[in-house]
């Protein structure tokens, strides 16, 4: 099973500032590495597939990066409904793991 | 407009059972995989089955042989079968429609909670 570790477990930050979200995996996952945002009370929301593709509707703040091993999601400029908990997601070998998640607070 | 609607969510007790409802609108639910993923409180989410257009399943290690995974395309709707609960299955379950490629879950219900406790 594939492990994804994030970090930092939580980030706190002001709105207007950059936040840099990493994601590590146990194998090499070439550049198949989905990101999502969780508000509380919400499912889970797609934001970025294969790495660093938004998708359908995702603000261009959102930006997807890495391949392999490594993994980063950055938020170019924070605005205040970007603040919600971020997950990182592989399949390998047709299974599928999450990542602990990363809390983003103000 | 695409959505998922779930229900099923309940207090069972351990070793009891429980079906879990997901009922697809505004796409054609014939055409794509669909998975069961779960969340228990506090803890990041996780995946525990998917069904392909041709009814094929797969099952996370952690409820293989006790969950069972089936879908009804004439009504749009996706079940989950959970037999055998135990007090770690507490969660919240969702379903959620599943690109072929297994690299996203694009459109997700709005969540049941299941509750095993004696």
């Given amino acids: 099973e594939v492990v994804l570790t994030q970090s930092p477990d939580t980030l706190s930050l002001s709105p207007g500032e950059r936040a840099t979200l990493s994601c590590r995996a146990s194998q090499d996952l070439r550049n198949y590495l989905t ?8 499912a889970p929301k797609l934001l970025i597939y294969d790495a660093s593709n938004r998708a359908a509707g995702i603000p261009d703040r959102y930006i997807g990066s890495g391949s392999g091993t490594d993994f980063t999601l950055t938020i170019s400029r924070l605005e205040p409904e970007d603040f919600a908990v971020y997950y ?3 399949r390998s070998n047709r299974q599928i793991t999450f990542g602990q998640g990363t809390r983003l607070e103000i | 407009q695409e959505q998922l609607v779930q229900s099923g969510g309940d207090l069972v007790k351990p070793g009891g059972s429980l079906r879990l409802s997901c009922v697809a609108s505004g796409f054609s639910f014939s055409d794509y995989y669909m ?32 969950f069972t995974v089936f879908r009804d395309n004439a009504n749009n709707s996706l079940f989950l ?3 055998s609960l135990g007090t770690d299955d ?29």
Avoid: H
């Fill in chain 2, 35 to 66: 998975s069961w993923i779960r969340q228990a409180p506090g803890k990041g989410p996780e995946w525990i089955s998917y069904i392909t257009t041709s009814d094929l399943t797969a099952y996370a290690d952690a409820v293989r042989g006790r």
């Fill in chain 2, 90 to 118: 507490t969660a919240m379950y969702y379903c959620a429609r599943t690109w072929s490629s297994l690299d996203a879950f694009d459109i997700w219900g709005q969540g049941t909670f299941v509750t095993v406790s004696s």
């Fill in chain 1, 35 to 42: 990101w999502y945002q969780q508000k509380p009370g919400q």
């Fill in chain 2, 81 to 83: 079968q959970m037999n």
């Fill in chain 1, 88 to 90: 990182c997601q592989q």
